[in-house]
């Protein structure tokens, strides 16, 4: 099975040490000139991509992510979350390395 419609098959997983995530390198837009990284505008959807933090479940997290959308971008026709990575700060106590 193929990544989804507007995301990179060739990126790699986890962070390129800008906080970005190096596989949404591909879904990039552009406005107001200047760049936006993660988020492409089809003619079809608006696809987000975005890494997660723990707390909500990713089915909270890509509501909460399409709501935002849908805020901004009321005619959107759809909208895909894709959640690439978790970014999880485990407390020393909980003994996971």
Known sequence: MGAPPGYGEGGTRGHDGTGTVAAFQELVSYAGGRR???????????????????????????GQVRAAVLSAAPGAPRVDVLIDDLDVDVPAW???T
């Open 36 to 62: 936006i990284e993660g988020v492409r505008l089809r003619s079809d959807a608006v696809v987000v991509g975005v890494v997660g933090r723990f707390g909500p479940t990713m089915t909270e997290l890509a």
């Open 94 to 96: 909980a003994g996971v």
